[in-house]
């Protein structure tokens, strides 16, 4: 049961091969105009694995929230493969993936994002073994807003954004044992989530397969706001 999976949500393109052990795995910053390197990149790995696309019985794609654009060319590509491969595709959260990455056998686990503008992209799970049971659901927050809703408790805050954490804590925060992991998800965990749920035989996505942004696009919310003039060529131009 050979699972691609694919990441480019976050500053780096992700993929890995997982069947019943890791056939293969290739994590690179993602480069600007990084949708042009993705396939490429899926048949580099296909090769270096030594497997040929035939095999793979199942696609697991990041889903935000996290770039859009990097999203945006995950999912379309997932979705493209696994039409040519006849094979089911599954959308894992950006948040779960890194709560999974923390690789924490019991406790409290926070996964974090930068979304700018002091905002972050977070949730909160509790890890007990295999089982990940979920406090918070993902969302988008104000750092500390995010933070004075969390309990005073040993928690592993793990991502992109555990930095911006680290900044905000205090000596209180400290002694109730809140520590930082900077982390981007790891393509192998997002394979073997993918791989339980095909062999738990859940439903492939692909006709209902969706982003999880938490949030519009800046660019859309400016259109929709009516924030766009014309400038005197004609362009469109952002005030």
């Known amino acids: 049961?050979?699972?691609?999976?694919?990441?480019?949500?976050?500053?780096?393109?992700?993929?890995?091969?997982?069947?019943?052990?890791?056939?293969?795995?290739?994590?690179v910053r993602r480069p600007e105009g990084g949708g042009r390197l993705l396939l490429?990149?899926?048949?580099?790995?296909?090769?270096?694995?030594?497997?040929e696309s035939a095999r793979v019985r199942a696609i697991a794609v990041v889903t935000g929230p996290g770039s859009?654009?990097?999203?945006?060319?995950?999912?379309?590509?997932?979705?493209?493969?696994?039409?040519?491969?006849?094979?089911?595709?599954?959308?894992?959260?950006a948040l779960e993936a890194l709560a999974r990455s923390a690789n924490l056998p019991a406790g409290l686990v926070a996964p974090v994002r930068d979304a700018r503008g002091g905002m972050v992209y977070c949730a909160l799970?509790?890890?007990?073994?295999?089982?990940?049971?979920?406090?918070?659901?993902p969302a988008v927050r104000p750092l500390g807003e995010w933070l004075d809703d969390l309990p005073l408790a040993p928690i592993l805050?793990?991502?992109e954004g555990a930095h911006l954490v680290e900044?905000?804590?205090?000596?209180?925060?400290?002694?109730?044992?809140?520590?930082?992991?900077?982390r981007h998800p790891d393509p192998v965990v997002v394979g073997w989530i993918g791989r339980c749920r095909?062999?738990?035989?859940?439903p492939g996505q692909l006709l209902d397969l969706s982003v999880q942004y938490l949030r519009r696009p800046k660019a859309e919310?400016?259109?929709?706001?009516g924030r766009h003039a014309r400038g005197p060529a004609g362009e469109l131009r952002a005030p």
Not at 4 to 20: K, N, R
Not at 68 to 93: C, E, H, S
Not at 125 to 137: D, E, S
Not at 198 to 202: D, N, P, S, T
């Open 157 to 159: 805050f793990v991502g």
């Open 125 to 137: 799970y509790r890890v007990q073994g295999a089982a990940l049971a979920c406090r918070q659901p």
């Open 221 to 225: 919310m400016r259109k929709k706001d």
């Open 1 to 27: 049961m050979l699972v691609l999976a694919i990441d480019t949500s976050g500053p780096h393109m992700s993929l890995s091969l997982v069947d019943d052990q890791v056939l293969g795995a290739l994590t």
């Open 40 to 51: 490429p990149a899926v048949d580099q790995l296909l090769q270096l694995a030594g497997v």
């Open 68 to 93: 859009f654009t990097g999203v945006r060319i995950a999912v379309a590509t997932a979705k493209g493969l696994a039409m040519g491969w006849g094979v089911p595709v599954y959308g894992v959260g």
């Open 198 to 202: 095909l062999l738990e035989g859940v």
């Open 167 to 182: 900044r905000e804590m205090t000596s209180l925060h400290r002694q109730a044992g809140w520590v930082v992991l900077w």
